[in-house]
């Protein structure tokens, strides 16, 4: 059973920076590419970076050269370092496997707002 635990959202001022943090539990997490994605309200739910098992990284165009996804396949965890935020990356954002069938987590809100 594959579980993922979404943390470090919070209330930040537009220009500033917060990480997420993803631990997932399963030994298959090393086997699998990862992905942030992310949900405003009244909106549909968006992938915004994706990480391979390689480490190779994409990133949709709004969060270029903003957002950094990483992961650490010895701790099972994926992070998302979030840089110079503005108000309409206000969201909850959710990690999770990439592939049919992967549950999402509960998510962690990010509010970015003066």
């Known amino acids: 059973q594959v579980q993922l635990v979404e943390s470090g959202g919070g209330l930040v001022q537009p220009g500033g920076s917060l990480r997420l943090s993803c631990a997932a539990s399963g030994s298959i997490f090393r086997l699998f590419d990862m992905a942030w994605y992310r949900q405003a309200p009244g909106k549909q739910r968006e992938l915004v970076a994706s990480?391979?098992?390689?480490?190779?990284?994409n990133y949709v165009d709004s969060v270029k050269g903003r957002f950094t996804i990483s992961r650490d396949n010895h701790e099972n965890m994926v992070y998302l370092q979030m840089n110079s935020l503005k108000p309409e990356d206000t969201a909850i954002y959710y990690c999770?496997?990439?592939?049919?069938?992967?549950?999402w987590g509960q998510g962690t809100q990010v509010t970015v707002s003066s």
């Open positions: 990480i391979g098992r390689d480490g190779t990284t």
């Open positions: 999770k496997f990439v592939g049919i069938g992967f549950p």
